[in-house]
């Protein structure tokens, strides 16, 4: 049963409701390219009508009604695409608009206290439902274009792993003849000039194929894991890359711990460790470095695995390139590949490693985490 004041106030509203709505329907924040705009008024109006029939009907009742019309009016949002806030800041002005009514009712504010929690009450359940369902459906509609962004990206790696093998090996089969007929020249003409130089160049070729065929995983065909010492293959390392340490006048520290045994692709982990310190070389050769250092360090995180840092006192990466520097084909350097870093990392997840950067004002630091065999 309506109580007196109840009675009143329904009256008063149902007289008034499409003054009130016009007075709400001036007073919004409408996108003129919003395909629903024509039907705002109409869902203001369902809104009221709620409201004028919120005393008839239980809590249970009242909550199913506003959630069949909120979910309804998100719907339309979501396909709108429009900015929630606007939404939201509508929906408020009709509550707003809607008090301000009520003063002119002749009714006291006591005797309306209960119908006022009762609008309130509307008011917030509508907005809750609302703007709910509308993060989810946008979450969703993200989600399924993350999906197909990932999906379209994968697809192009996988062409791009085909197309780099059966291209690649096409260069390093000549490749291997030259590297073949460089080693009779140095046995018969050992003093001949240039042939370190041209041997050198012809490495640092054979490694650049290698990465790209690191992207197919034909490269592991005929591969088996090995053990090998961890310390060692970084002195491999440290000696092949010699030439370009001095001639860029870098200072290399090392602060190793014992020499681990380590179990997988020595090969694709030396790769790993020519690539960062051949990169950290390079920023320091194109950078004004007082006193250019390299720094090699190594410990046990735990009983399991080993932790190698290798550290540049270069200028530090911006906050933001770090979020993407190892992507595939990012790159800052004019002849870059962008698959260095790329590749790095797929070789030492491989390895149920990690790899990581972290960079400062004062150095730059690469972390490789990887499982020592026990």
């Not at 809750?128 to 990206?153: C, G, L, Q, R």
Request: charged content about 25%.
């Amino acid at each position: 049963m309506f109580t007196g004041e109840q009675t009143d106030l329904v009256a008063f509203f149902q007289k008034n409701k499409k003054k009130l709505v016009q007075e709400w329907e001036d007073s919004i924040v409408i996108n003129h390219e919003d395909p629903f705009k024509l039907k705002i008024r109409e869902n203001g109006e369902a809104l009221l009508n709620v409201i004028l029939s919120m005393h008839k009907v239980s809590s249970e009742e009242l909550i199913e009604i506003v959630k069949k019309i909120a979910i309804e009016v998100s719907e339309e949002r979501v396909l709108a695409n429009i900015n929630i806030g606007d939404f939201v800041y509508n929906v408020n002005l009709g509550r707003t608009i809607l008090y301000s009514y009520l003063s002119k009712t002749g009714i006291s504010w006591s005797d309306l206290q209960e119908s006022i929690n009762k609008i309130n009450f509307c008011f917030d359940k509508f907005l809750y439902y609302a703007v709910s369902h509308y993060s989810e459906a946008k979450n969703k509609i993200i989600e399924e274009k993350t999906m197909f962004i990932d999906s379209t990206h994968q697809d192009r790696l996988t062409l791009l792993g085909q197309m780099t093998s059966s291209f690649i090996h096409e260069f390093r089969n000549p490749l291997t003849s030259v590297q073949g007929f460089i080693q009779l020249l140095k046995a018969d003409y050992p003093n001949m000039r240039y042939l370190d130089i041209i041997s050198g160049e012809l490495d640092q070729l054979n490694f650049r194929i290698s990465q790209f065929l690191l992207l197919s995983k034909k490269e592991l065909i005929g591969k088996e894991k090995i053990n090998f010492k961890l310390n060692q293959l970084i002195d491999e390392v440290l000696n092949f890359l010699y030439p370009s340490i001095l001639d860029g006048k870098v200072k290399i520290k090392r602060d190793l711990s014992k020499d681990f045994t380590l179990n997988g692709y020595a090969d694709e982990i030396r790769q790993v460790f020519i690539n960062i310190i051949f990169n950290a070389i390079d920023v320091l050769n194109h950078h004004e470095v007082d006193l250019p250092t390299i720094e090699i360090s190594s410990w046990l995180e735990n009983e399991e695995l080993i932790k190698i840092s290798i550290s540049n006192n270069g200028p530090a990466i911006p906050a933001e390139l770090r979020k993407t520097i190892f992507e595939p084909f990012f790159t800052t350097k004019k002849l870059g590949t962008g698959l260095g870093l790329f590749v790095c990392k797929e070789i030492i997840e491989k390895h149920k490693g990690e790899l990581t950067c972290d960079s400062s004002m004062d150095k730059t630091t690469f972390s490789i985490c990887l499982p020592i065999q026990s």
